[in-house]
T-cell receptor, first 114, second 112 residues
Framework: DAGITQSPRHKVTETGTPVTLRCHQTENHRYMYWYRQDPGHGLRLIHYSYGVKDTDKGEVSDGYSVSRSKTEDFLLTLESATSSQTSVYFC?????????????FGAGSRLTVL | KQEVTQIPAALSVPEGENLVLNCSFTDSAIYNLQWFRQDPGKGLTSLLLIQSSQREQTSGRLNASLDKSSGRSTLYIAASQPGDSATYLCAVPSGGYQKVTFGTGTKLQVIP
C-alpha cells in the first residue's frame, strides 16, 4: 500500500486494556492521519499530525491519544479500550506541496474489544 | 459542520451499463473534492481529485464532475465491468486545509 504499513493488522483485546496501533510510512510525507471506519458512520477523523510532535484532534478524538516522534511513525493509543472502540482503523498520509490533500491510505487495522 | 451524503447506499447493475454515483455536501466553500474506491477488507484508493476551479476530471472510464454552487459531485463510470465492484466514497475538506470529511459511500455491484 504505497509505502504505508499498519501494525498490527488484527487485534483482539479486552475492555480496559491499553492498545497501541502503529503507522509507518516510507514516503517522507509531512501529514499523517488516523481514521476509524464503522458501518453507518463512514470514515471519521480521530487525530492528525502536521509534523514531528505536531498533532491535532479530529471529530472523534475522545479516548484516543497520538504521538509522532519521527516523521515516519504515527502511533495511536487507546489508554483503556472500550467496546465502542471496536472498529477498523486506517492510517493515511498526504504531502501538500506535491499533491494538495490527496490522501494515501494504509490497509487498515481491525480492532475488536471484548 | 460539513456533511457529505452519498445516494444510493448500494447499487447493482449489469455489466456494460453506464452509471452515475452521487455525492452531496452542505458547505460549498471547498477547494477540492476527491473520489475514492474501497475494496472489501482493503484501504482506500484515490481515483480522482477535482480542484474547485475545475468542472470535470477524467481518468480512463471514470469521469467526475463538480458543481460547487449546488453542493454536488457525480462520478460517471462508463461501460461498467465486474472489476468495478467496490464501495465508492467521496471526500471534501472541512474545518481546515488538512481535515477531510467522507461520505458513507455507495456500494456498487456489477453483475457479469
Amino acid at each position: 500500500d504505497a509505502g504505508i504499513t499498519q501494525s498490527p493488522r488484527h487485534k483482539v483485546t479486552e475492555t480496559g486494556t491499553p492498545v497501541t496501533l502503529r503507522c509507518h510510512q516510507t514516503e517522507n510525507h509531512r501529514y499523517m492521519y488516523w481514521y476509524r471506519q464503522d458501518p453507518g458512520h463512514g470514515l471519521r477523523l480521530i487525530h492528525y499530525s502536521y509534523g514531528v510532535k505536531d498533532t491535532d484532534k479530529g471529530e472523534v478524538s475522545d479516548g484516543y491519544s497520538v504521538s509522532r516522534s519521527k516523521t515516519e511513525d504515527f502511533l495511536l493509543t487507546l489508554e483503556s479500550a472500550t467496546s465502542s472502540q471496536t472498529s477498523v482503523y486506517f492510517c493515511a498520509i498526504s504531502d501538500p506541496p506535491s499533491g494538495a490533500n490527496v490522501l494515501t491510505f494504509g490497509a487498515g487495522s481491525r480492532l475488536t474489544v471484548l | 459542520k460539513q456533511e457529505v451524503t452519498q445516494i444510493p447506499a448500494a447499487l447493482s447493475v449489469p455489466e456494460g451499463e453506464n452509471l452515475v454515483l452521487n455525492c452531496s455536501f452542505t458547505d460549498s466553500a471547498i477547494y477540492n473534492l476527491q473520489w475514492f474506491r474501497q475494496d472489501p477488507g482493503k484501504g482506500l484508493t484515490s481515483l480522482l481529485l477535482i480542484q474547485s476551479s475545475q468542472r470535470e476530471q477524467t481518468s480512463g472510464r471514470l469521469n467526475a464532475s463538480l458543481d460547487k454552487s449546488s453542493g454536488r459531485s457525480t462520478l460517471y463510470i462508463a461501460a461498467s465491468q465486474p472489476g468495478d465492484s467496490a464501495t465508492y466514497l467521496c471526500a471534501v475538506p472541512s474545518g481546515g486545509y488538512q481535515k477531510v470529511t467522507f461520505g458513507t459511500g455507495t456500494k456498487l455491484q456489477v453483475i457479469p
